[in-house]
């Protein structure tokens, strides 16, 4: 089992702010891209943002110009700051690399750390 420790989660009013942290145990993150999920209650899991080896970043339409994903290699860090929250932003936030949908590692909760609850109020 893979140990992912994902932080900086908790309870915001709509249009606040939050930074969520990543930091593995380990060479986890090892694929060309690396991201960060998010699953809500009764969803299935979504990928939000993701950066490449080469520091290219891809953002989900539902988060562009609100979210910025980042990486600190000298700390094995992984960053998700979280600007102007909805409350359609609830959701348990969590990194991993990014596996293809063909990957069985995608849904296999061994690879997956326990990621960070983010809640949006009104």
């Known amino acids: 089992q893979v140990h992912l420790r994902e932080s900086g989660g908790g309870v915001v009013e709509s249009g606040g702010s939050l930074r969520l942290s990543c930091r593995p145990s380990?060479?986890?993150?090892?694929?060309?891209?690396v991201g960060w999920y998010r699953q809500a209650p009764g969803k299935q899991r979504e990928l939000v943002a993701s950066?490449?080896?080469?520091?290219?970043?891809t953002y989900a339409d539902f988060v562009q110009g609100r979210f910025t994903i980042s990486r600190d290699n000298t700390k094995n860090t992984l960053y998700l700051q979280m600007d102007n929250l909805k409350p359609e932003d609830t959701a348990t936030y969590l990194c991993?690399?990014?596996?293809?949908?063909?990957?069985?590692?995608?849904?296999?909760?061994?690879?997956w750390g326990q990621g960070t609850q983010v809640t949006v109020t009104l």
């Open positions: 950066i490449t080896s080469g520091d290219s970043l």
């Open positions: 991993n690399n990014v596996y293809s949908e063909y990957d069985p590692r995608l849904w296999d909760q061994d690879y």
């Open positions: 380990g060479n986890i993150l090892v694929l060309p891209v």
